[in-house]
T-cell receptor, first 114, second 107 residues
Framework: DAGVTQSPTHLIKTRGQHVTLRCSPI?????VSWYQQVLGQGPQFIFQ???????GRGNFPDRFSARQFPNYSSELNVNALLLGDSALYLC?????????????FGPGTRLTVT | GEDVEQSLFLSVREGDSSVINCTYTDSSSTYLYWYKQEPGAGLQLLTY?????DMKQDQRLTVLLNKKDKHLSLRIADTQTGDSAIYFC???????FGQGTELSVKP
């Protein structure tokens, strides 16, 4: 079975531009979460979607948005990019164990903002 | 708020045991997880423990849980150079991670 896939692998953008990152979960997983990982830090929670509805949101500005599609794949959008948005963006799909989440991560998208 | 704390670095010699410690504030999680991250890669689920267990052994990995003290540890027996990575613990009910522990294994 395929694991979590993310595209693109790497991306270089200029300040002020917007970006769309994509994630396909493991087949059968209905929950997708997005994380931002800045170099030297742990992953910071951005969004969680379950059954196409937002279930949780981390402490990120409104420039960050996401959605989940009927096939459970997901997009993360970031508008008006700042240099500080440069990071590894991780997507995780999960089995919902009654409110606990066993997460399976994709390889990430490395975003560089210049 | 919810928090996960780990020591940042651990250095061991190949063949020794490694013990990575974690403290957390959330007490509601039914499962607690350990993840491994190699350079430039995503996180890999290593193992987990059910919250009503004290210990779980999984080949070279042993997870110990002290629920009263909210302390979780991961012991890696016979540590190999391929174990060099960053290790994260994560309470299953909260989508939070600490800074992780960077394990360096010297030959």
């Amino acid at each position: 079975d395929a694991g979590v896939t993310q595209s693109p692998t790497h991306l270089i953008k200029t300040r002020g531009q917007h970006v769309t990152l994509r994630c396909s979960p493991i087949s059968g997983h209905k929950s997708v979460s997005w994380y931002q990982q800045v170099l030297g830090q742990g992953p910071q929670f951005i969004f969680q979607y379950y059954e196409k509805e937002e279930r949780g949101r981390g402490n990120f500005p409104d420039r960050f948005s996401a959605r989940q599609f009927p096939n459970y794949s997901s997009e993360l959008n970031v508008n008006a990019l700042l240099l500080g948005d440069s990071a590894l963006y991780l997507c995780a799909s999960s089995l919902d164990r009654g409110g606990d989440y066993e997460q399976y991560f994709g390889p990430g998208t490395r975003l560089t903002v210049t | 708020g919810e928090d996960v704390e780990q020591s940042l670095f651990l250095s061991v010699r190949e063949g020794d045991s490694s013990v990575i410690n974690c403290t957390y504030t959330d007490s509601s999680s039914t499962y607690l997880y350990w993840y491994k991250q190699e350079p430039g890669a995503g996180l890999q689920l290593l193992t987990y423990i059910f919250s009503n267990m004290d210990m779980k052994q999984d080949q070279r990995l042993t997870v110990l849980l002290n629920k009263k003290d909210k302390h979780l540890s991961l012991r890696i027996a016979d540590t190999q150079t391929g174990d060099s990575a960053i290790y994260f613990c994560a309470p299953g009910g909260k989508l939070i991670f600490g800074q992780g522990t960077e394990l360096s294994v010297k030959p």
